[in-house]
């Protein structure tokens, strides 16, 4: 028996970033937030890490295959295919189809990291024939919130839930959705984010001045469905108390860059590299989720770099949608109501206020970190426990 984990790269080698790979740094970290969970279960496995590598780099049999290194426990195979656009699509899925065909049997467990077309196609063809069980990592149900292709995701994200047999997920309203779904009550594994490391940062309420302005990030994807226009907005509100950095890229990029350079209290830096970023990260104060509430969005995604932040003793102040509110980390996050500018005003003031009177770590924080990250290794455990036994 082997576990195999389909889904993006989790080890960033050379190799690998020649090809010019679309990466989605979010989809790497959560993916090695599983994997290191994984490698814990000590189910005995070989581990696999499996990645359609598309990218500038072609060749149909172009593979590279990561042996284990430095205390890792597996190995990453990114896949090659041939052509460009639609051809590259076929070619890649086919690769796939032939490497699970010829490299797994029915005691195998395939965990996929979302189930869209290209990953979907694959996993059906090959299971069909080699039985192997699946678990799906549902980080977002795109038919909701995709406009383009809304139905062919509809149509493998269905299949997905009706063929699972387990998975992993961090949103409340998606484990709702497959329960709905499957009347046998198929095992659901909650996880929510990426861990900052082994040992959790603790936070410390402290701001060196009381008249300086708290500094706020947003980091991540620059459109409408993350609230990115909405948190502009309210920074004209907060002028005297805050000022906001933004980094990041998306379909907002120029509207963002427009509107930040007529501001007073915003600064946009665009994409970073790890170091410029970390280097801006240490220095804020709070990190801020803006988006917006009763969105399908908002609904069947939970912002996973939250958890991310909170590991490394950041205050996150966020908007109260269900995911959130719904998981373990509700009470130790600051909320606010994006439609009132006095709510996000209010809060604000009620953070300084803690910075600037509070001088010891929290360590009623730290351990409540740690308690959600152990019950997570907990809920991986009995899931791969009930899949192996099903």
Not at 86 to 97: D, F, N, W
Not at 144 to 160: D, H, Y
Not at 179 to 200: T, V
């Amino acid at each position: 028996m082997k576990i195999i984990y389909f889904g993006d790269v989790v080890v960033e080698s050379k190799d690998v970033i020649a090809r010019d790979l679309y990466l989605s740094h979010a989809g790497i970290l959560r993916s090695k937030n599983i994997v290191e969970m994984l490698v814990k279960c000590n189910t005995g496995t070989n581990i696999l890490i499996l990645s359609q590598a598309l990218g500038n780099r072609r060749g149909f049999n172009n593979k590279i295959v990561i042996e284990p290194k430095d205390n890792q426990k597996f190995k990453q195979i990114c896949l090659g295919y041939f052509g460009k656009g639609i051809i590259q699509r076929i070619t890649s899925i086919i690769s796939t189809t032939l490497w699970l065909l010829v490299n797994t049997n029915k005691e195998d467990i395939v965990i996929i990291y979302n189930y869209g077309p290209m990953t979907a196609m694959s996993v059906y063809i090959s299971q069909i024939f080699r039985r192997f069980k699946i678990i799906i990592q549902f980080e977002e149900l795109y038919w909701n919130f995709i406009k383009s292709r809304a139905f062919i995701f509809k149509i493998c994200e269905l299949k997905g839930i009706k063929m699972g047999n387990g998975f992993i997920t961090p949103s409340s309203e998606i484990a709702i959705t497959i329960r709905k779904k499957r009347m046998d009550n198929p095992p659901i594994a909650m996880s929510y984010g990426y861990f900052a490391s082994e040992k959790l940062g603790s936070r410390t309420y402290k701001h060196p001045n009381e008249n300086l302005k708290l500094t706020l990030l947003y980091s991540g994807t620059l459109d409408n469905n993350r609230g990115i226009n909405i948190l502009i907005g309210l920074m004209t509100f907060v002028e005297d108390i805050a000022e906001l950095i933004i980094t990041g890229t998306g379909d907002l990029n120029d509207y963002v860059k427009d509107m930040t350079d007529k501001s007073k209290n915003i600064r946009f830096l665009g994409n970073l590299s790890i170091t410029d970023y970390q280097d801006i990260f240490e220095s804020v104060d709070v990190c801020v989720n803006p988006t917006p509430k009763n969105t399908k969005f908002s609904l069947y995604t939970f912002p996973s770099k939250v958890v991310n932040y909170l590991s490394n003793g950041k205050i996150v102040l966020s908007t109260m949608i269900e995911p959130v509110i719904n998981s373990p980390y509700y009470d130790i996050i600051v909320f606010f109501d994006e439609t009132r500018p006095e709510s996000f005003r209010e809060k604000l003031i009620f953070i300084k206020r803690k910075l600037v009177s509070s001088e010891n770590k929290n360590y009623e924080y730290l351990w409540r970190l740690n308690k959600i990250k152990k019950q997570e290794q907990r809920d991986i455990n009995i899931l791969l426990d009930e899949v192996i036994q099903s």
